[in-house]
């Protein structure tokens, strides 16, 4: 059984910093790519990055590019996320989840963890 665990939100002040993580456990994570999604309040759930199953290919959507950066480490069945100069509107839910490939920005499995709130304040 798929599970992933997303962790590190919280509240921070435009301009501040946080860092996710994201444990999988139940499937063969090293051979995945990887993905960050978030859901703002009343829409719908978007992706933000990827990373390709050995690390070092990335994508961003634009609207996080040269603010955030993904990583992951296969024997820790971890990804993280590192998110910077942060704005009101990075405000959501964030969610990792496996994605078909790293320009592909759909998750793979249908199911999602409980999520990590990230709260900008302005």
């Known amino acids: 059984q798929v599970q992933l665990v997303e962790s590190g939100g919280g509240l921070v002040q435009a301009g501040g910093s946080l860092n996710l993580s994201c444990t999988g456990s139940g499937f063969a994570f090293s051979n995945y790519d990887m993905g960050w999604f978030r859901q703002a309040p009343e829409k719908e759930r978007e992706f933000v990055t990827s990373?390709?199953?050995?690390?070092?290919?990335?994508h961003y959507a634009d609207s996080v590019k040269g603010r955030f950066a993904i990583f992951r480490d296969n024997a820790r069945n971890t990804v993280w996320l590192e998110m910077n100069s942060l704005k009101p509107e990075d405000t959501a839910v964030y969610y990792c989840?496996?994605?078909?490939?790293?320009?592909?920005?759909?998750?793979?499995?249908?199911?999602w963890g409980q999520g990590t709130q990230v709260t900008v304040s302005s």
């Open positions: 989840n496996a994605v078909f490939s790293t320009n592909n920005e759909k998750p793979f499995f249908t199911s």
């Open positions: 990373i390709k199953w050995y690390g070092s290919s990335t």
